[in-house]
């Protein structure tokens, strides 16, 4: 368990995605019209202008995209260093978070990372990236 500070979306198309997180399954919204993935979570498909969509099921692997070692936190509960990654997912859609266990690990690009979910608090799961077992 970690003391994380808890997302508090001010929007409630997030708290789809989140809610989606806390049942441990990480969804990405698709439009039902032009099957594009997107996130961060929108009203309207880039796409193709579309306003439905649905909330769908996204692989739990992806590739590592980018990433910076953050030597600084912002809160205090963050322990540095810490990675913070971009991972790529075969749908096309990018996510951020903190990549765990990989701090002095030689990083590539496109490296595999796997998601899993860090329970923070009490009753909150974090969506956080672990590089693949080989
Ligand atoms: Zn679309």
Request: hydrophobic share 35%.
């Amino acid at each position: 368990m970690s003391d994380w500070p808890i997302p508090k979306p001010i929007d409630p198309i997030n708290d789809e995605f989140w809610q989606s997180c806390q049942d441990g399954i990480l969804r990405f919204q698709r439009c039902t019209s032009c099957k594009k993935f997107r996130h961060l979570p929108r009203y309207m498909c880039a796409s193709c202008g579309s306003t439905d969509y649905e909330w769908a099921p996204c692989s739990k692997t992806g590739s590592l995209y980018s990433w910076t070692v953050t030597h600084q936190n912002f809160h205090p509960s963050f322990e540095v260093p810490f990675i913070a990654a971009i991972v790529e997912f075969p749908e096309g859609v990018r996510m951020v978070s903190q990549l765990l266990d990989a701090n002095g690990v030689d990083l590539q690009l496109g490296l595999s990372v796997d998601v899993e979910f860090k329970a923070v608090g009490e009753d909150f799961q974090m969506p956080v990236f672990r590089l693949s077992a080989e």
